[in-house]
């Protein structure tokens, strides 16, 4: 029987696919982010018209930057060299709890912007289309969430 | 469905991380299997049985059966 475990020592941030160790994949992340951030702050600054485009450009780029980074990180590192990552996660049973919930909040979207959609028309409500979007996109991740926990409770 | 994964990984003298970790797969998936609240995919079904050297039916046993 072949031990079929990784020999390779493991870290919590993990190994670049592309070679080099966990300093390399900080730094190639934090440049891919830095790269994104700055072409959506630039973006932002571009299409404003109201204040400091600088200010729009840096106030933009700082907040996106730890999950364009982030980002970055999922995109470059080589998973088989994480703590704890599992070889094959879409055999396990997170997965199954997760597409169970993903399923589920697709039907509830599926009511609540049908619902919403209704009582708006009716009712002549307005609101900002931005807030409304942020305001359902919370919900939906509450939902996913609460679905989440639940079909875990039930399995375990 | 029933399954003998419990007896044979303690034959084994294996914990369920060391199963798990022969599987590819994390380690609430291989309790989810043992209680029998997780049908595991037809490619973990094979590890399983490549993994305890038996066939699938001997490893797995619907419960109608």
């Given at each position: 029987?072949t031990d079929t475990r990784a020999s390779a020592p493991?870290?919590?941030?993990?190994?670049?696919?592309?070679?080099?160790?966990?300093?390399?994949?900080?730094?190639?992340?934090?440049?891919?982010?830095?790269?994104?951030?700055?072409?959506?702050?630039?973006?932002?600054?571009?299409?404003?018209?109201?204040?400091?485009?600088?200010?729009?450009?840096?106030?933009?780029?700082?907040?996106?930057?730890?999950?364009?980074?982030?980002?970055?990180?999922?995109?470059?590192?080589?998973?088989?060299?994480?703590?704890?990552?599992?070889?094959?996660?879409?055999?396990?049973?997170?997965?199954?709890?997760?597409?169970?919930?993903?399923?589920?909040?697709?039907?509830?979207?599926?009511?609540?912007?049908?619902?919403?959609?209704?009582?708006?028309?009716?009712?002549?409500?307005?609101?900002?289309?931005?807030?409304?979007?942020?305001?359902?996109?919370?919900?939906?991740?509450?939902?996913?969430?609460?679905?989440?926990?639940?079909?875990?409770?039930?399995?375990? | 469905?029933?399954?003998?994964?419990?007896?044979?990984?303690?034959?084994?003298?294996?914990?369920?991380?060391?199963?798990?970790?022969?599987?590819?797969?994390?380690?609430?998936?291989?309790?989810?299997?043992?209680?029998?609240?997780?049908?595991?995919?037809?490619?973990?079904?094979?590890?399983?049985?490549?993994?305890?050297?038996?066939?699938?039916?001997d490893l797995f046993t619907p419960d109608d059966a």
């Amino acid at each position: 029987m072949t031990d079929t475990r990784a020999s390779a020592p493991r870290s919590s941030i993990g190994r670049s696919r592309f070679g080099g160790g966990g300093a390399t994949l900080i730094i190639a992340s934090l440049l891919l982010g830095l790269a994104v951030s700055s072409a959506m702050g630039g973006l932002y600054a571009w299409l404003g018209d109201t204040g400091d485009a600088w200010l729009r450009f840096s106030i933009l780029a700082f907040v996106t930057l730890p999950v364009t980074a982030s980002l970055g990180w999922v995109l470059l590192v080589d998973r088989s060299s994480v703590k704890d990552a599992v070889e094959r996660p879409e055999d396990s049973v997170e997965s199954r709890w997760f597409a169970k919930a993903a399923e589920g909040t697709m039907i509830d979207a599926f009511v609540v912007i049908g619902i919403g959609a209704a009582v708006f028309s009716f009712a002549e409500i307005e609101l900002p289309v931005g807030l409304v979007l942020v305001a359902i996109d919370v919900l939906l991740l509450l939902d996913l969430g609460i679905r989440y926990l639940v079909a875990k409770l039930r399995s375990a | 469905m029933r399954n003998a994964l419990p007896e044979r990984r303690a034959a084994l003298g294996w914990s369920q991380q060391r199963l798990a970790d022969e599987l590819g797969v994390s380690r609430q998936t291989v309790i989810s299997i043992e209680k029998g609240r997780f049908d595991p995919s037809l490619p973990v079904a094979f590890r399983l049985a490549a993994v305890f050297g038996c066939r699938i039916e001997d490893l797995f046993t619907p419960d109608d059966a």
